[in-house]
């Protein structure tokens, strides 16, 4: 079931565009106990393959329903369709995979040698507590 757009008044005039457009700028809305971020903000980067590892100490085995998910990823492959994956230096110069195992997986079996990566989203040591993290 699809839900109606909301055109109340308030919202259609939060928007940027014409009010027959289904687009709105993002609501900077102050938030009690909320401070300015004020750390590091990792770069896009083209990261290898090869370079990327799996680090089982926190990542999930992949079964079977896995694979078939990545065959079918891989079977339509585009890095267009989707976000970057998210990694973590290794202290051997590897980057840990954070988010993103089926996609990477899926890019490797289509032959991608490189994939769109946010590199450094976290430090070495905050590898197992960002692939954890629930607010």
């Known amino acids: 079931m699809s ?5 109340s ?8 565009e014409p ?6 700028g993002v609501v900077h809305k102050k938030i009690e106990g909320v401070a300015p ?3 590091p903000r990792p770069d896009l980067a083209w990261t290898p393959i090869g370079d990327i590892v799996i680090d089982d100490t926190y990542q999930r085995p992949l079964g079977e ?10 079977r339509a492959f585009d890095w267009g369709k989707f ?11 590897r980057m ?9 997986h899926a890019a490797a079996a289509a032959g991608a040698d490189v994939g769109d990566a946010l590199p450094g989203a976290v430090d070495a040591g905050g590898r197992a507590g ?5 607010p």
Do not use: E
């Not at 970057?84 to 110069?93: E, H, Y």
């Not at 960002?130 to 629930?134: G, K, N, P, Q």
């Open 96 to 104: 840990a995979l954070i988010d993103g195992q089926h996609r990477v």
């Open 9 to 16: 008044a308030a919202v259609m005039a939060q928007r940027a």
């Open 65 to 74: 329903k896995n694979w078939r998910s990545i065959a079918r990823i891989a």
């Open 19 to 24: 009010a027959d457009s289904l687009v709105r």
């Open 130 to 134: 960002a692939f954890a993290w629930r």
């Open 37 to 39: 971020y004020a750390g």
């Open 3 to 7: 839900r109606a757009p909301n055109t």
């Open 83 to 93: 976000t970057p994956v998210v990694l973590a230096p290794c202290p051997d110069g």
